[in-house]
């Protein structure tokens, strides 16, 4: 890549979220080689309180919009790069993105998952360029963590000769 | 392997269909040294006006039956197939299936996820031989993209000496 | 690892049961290079009669407890671990579980997938030590297979010079 990823998001106006720490008693990642799994993220921010709150909760249409999911997609990929960057120390060391799997909390009937997964798969294209073009699952599911309206996992393809 | 899967595929009286466009902002096909990820899969086919159409839309066992399921999952699988032949050249080039992913629309208290899951891997063990064996998750989802009844996504081993 | 895995097993009170078949058309592990898949376990126990039955059915948390759940997360990894054990021969050659994927049966609002989760992932730590931290998708999901409430499969590390 010719640009560098992190200065593509300042670029989109985007800033990586502190990488937060899982709800649960697992690990956000785990290397092998130079494939780099992520743990299923979801769309945690900063409250106005200072506290760690999701974006939107709930089963999209009804009570979440897929505008609304779209944007729950685009902050689990980057709460995912702030998992990457806090592992591999910059998402420079990124060489590929591999495969992304996309849960979104759905009513029955709900058939647009790909719109909503479109967001995350269209920024991941947008930081990391044609390396950020992946394999995808995009699948309907009854219910999520925290209630989140989306949950993304991702795997990476890095360069073995980063720092670790 | 002493067949080749297309010669099988043929001899069972099965055509690969055109390699078709994701419905979203992805690819079909990421590679990693000899791995080889395909995109979950709905069982689009070409329709009575050449447009592509999806098989089976709905839940089972209440708008699809088990059968119509079924086919469904077989579709997935020669779609997947079809992005790998366009990926690798050849089936051939397959030395093994790894992981494939079976999601199920699915009415809450269906539990025969399994039973529609096993047309897919039964196709897979017909045109692959004991190569075609794989680890398996079948699960159900309350809806899928598009209103597929079946969403299939595949991990395969691939000769890294094939051409890409 | 300091401490084997199996008699860390024996220390916590646990046995592996016997390596179960599929239920279906697929095969318990697959490995390439030094991954191990494991396909999608269910909760699975000899039953009173001898015969294999289901730990808890139905969904969480209205027909099955969230403590019921965890039980069957735990059962799912004894029996994923009876798999490993069955293929490498041995739970000393697992250098680390890589990912987790758990599908917990759940009603609609039901948002405590870690918690059941949860008592996979711990139980990993408790046999492997750091090991056996790992990257984790959890997700909630309509129906599972055989009416199970939980659903869990795995990918492993091992060392590439085990017996195989």
């Known amino acids: 890549m010719s640009l560098d990823p992190e200065a593509k998001l300042a670029e989109l106006g985007l800033k990586l979220p502190e990488a937060s720490k899982p709800v649960a008693a697992y ?3 785990r290397i092998v080689g130079n494939l780099l799994w992520v743990a ?3 769309p945690i921010v900063p ?3 200072g506290k760690p709150q999701v974006l939107f909760k709930g089963a999209v249409p009804g009570q979440v919009t897929i505008e609304q999911a ?3 997609a685009k902050q689990c990929v980057l ?3 702030a998992a990457v960057k806090s592992e591999i ?3 420079s060391c990124v060489r590929q993105v ?3 799997g996309v849960f979104v909390c759905s009513e029955a009937g709900f058939t647009e998952q790909p719109k909503v997964a479109n967001a995350a798969s269209e920024l991941l294209v947008q930081v990391f360029g044609p390396a950020g073009q992946h394999a995808r699952a995009a699948v309907g599911s009854i219910a999520l963590p925290l209630g989140a309206a989306v949950e993304v996992e991702f795997l990476f393809e890095i360069d073995p000769e980063c720092p670790r």
Request: glycine letters at 20%; proline letters at 5%.
């Open 47 to 49: 409250g106005a309180d």
């Open 40 to 42: 299923g993220q979801v």
């Open 79 to 81: 709460n995912g790069l």
């Open 89 to 91: 120390g910059s998402l």
């Open 98 to 100: 591999v495969r992304v």
């Open 70 to 72: 779209q944007q729950c």
């Open 27 to 29: 690990i956000p990642t």
